[in-house]
């Protein structure tokens, strides 16, 4: 369990949550506590008088975004993806948000959430927040995890065309690497979408109302980086396809390739096999029935097929 205290009259700091009273913490203070699921919540549970309905939900979590409004807080469950987990697991956090308090719950390592606690350490004005921003705070940087998920998936599909252009991967492999990225893709959007009820709740003026939030802005901004994320996803989506795409047309260049070739050979012969039927005909004239015949007719054959063949390479058919 950690616990940090921003204070804009003070300095920030870790701070033991027996020793600061939640009751007693001004509008210059905000008390983030970060705690596994794991750990024994009833301590914690007492100091920012949770419900028996909301420690059960942090023992046992549902993996779907949620929100639940209590008298003195509010609770709000959302998806972000595990880190190195390919496909993605989903990962649930807990956050419940009071005042000047804020409480997160995981099971392991919440990457999006180390960034975040990272980049805002040292003294910093974060206490002039209430609760409710630095909820949009935290929500804003779950969002940009997924985009964060987006870029290598990118540079993969780019690989993967240099790779299918160049001819450096075989057909099956190709397919097999494009269905990878794909079932990543679908994964990410399953879990994000769900976000979308969610944070279209707490952008509304009723939840300002109820939780007597100042942060409505804020939520409203989450919506629109919500929004640009599954766009984002969805852009992706389309490369996909067109990285398919560039899979079948250079198919089906390579087909119309040896087609072209058979065809020439198929035309190269055609002559020459019935000059051949011609000339092994029983009712030929004596004249024709000479070794002369025979070696005229070899040379006709021979340049009726070179024939065939230069045109063809002429006209760049082969």
């Not at 009071?98 to 805002?120: K, M, Q, Y």
């Not at 964060?148 to 001819?167: Q, V, W, Y």
């Not at 494009?178 to 769900?194: F, G, T």
């Not at 994320?229 to 389309?238: D, F, I, K, N």
Request: aromatic share 6%; charged share 20%; with cysteine.
């Amino acid at each position: 369990m950690t616990a940090f205290l921003y204070d804009a009259e003070s300095k920030d700091g870790h701070v033991s949550l027996g020793n600061v009273p939640v009751d007693h913490l001004n509008e210059q203070q905000l008390l983030w506590i970060d705690i596994s699921r794991d750990e024994d919540v009833a301590a914690i549970a007492r100091n920012l008088a949770l419900t028996a309905e909301s420690v059960r939900a942090i023992r046992d979590p549902s993996p779907e975004p949620a929100l639940f409004v209590h008298d003195d807080y509010v609770h709000v469950v959302v998806v972000a993806p595990a880190a190195d987990t390919i496909p993605y697991a989903p990962e649930v956090l807990d956050c419940l948000v009071g005042p000047n308090w804020v409480l997160t719950v995981h099971s392991e390592a919440v990457e999006f959430l180390g960034r975040f606690d990272e980049r805002i350490r040292g003294d910093s004005d974060l206490g002039k927040l209430d609760g409710h921003g630095f909820l949009a705070a935290i929500l804003q940087e779950h969002v940009a995890s997924y985009l964060a998920e987006i870029r290598p998936i990118e540079t993969a599909l780019d690989r993967l065309d240099l790779r299918s252009m160049t001819g450096r991967i075989g057909e099956e492999a190709l397919l097999r690497d494009l269905v990878r990225v794909r079932l990543r893709l679908a994964k990410l959007r399953r879990m994000l979408e769900p976000h979308r009820e969610l944070f279209a709740l707490l952008a509304r003026s009723e939840f300002a109302v109820l939780s007597g939030s100042q942060a409505a802005s804020d939520f409203e901004a989450l919506n629109v980086l919500l929004e640009q994320t599954l766009q984002s996803l969805e852009s992706v989506r389309e490369m996909i396809i067109g990285s398919f795409e560039i899979y079948t047309t250079w198919t089906a260049h390579g087909t119309n390739k040896v087609i072209k070739r058979l065809t020439v050979a198929s035309v190269a012969l055609l002559p020459p096999t019935l000059l051949a039927g011609v000339m092994g005909m029983n009712s030929l004239p004596r004249v024709l029935v000479t070794s002369t015949a025979f070696w005229v007719s070899t040379a006709a054959m021979a340049c009726l097929a070179l024939t065939v063949v230069t045109l063809a390479r002429v006209r760049e058919w082969i």
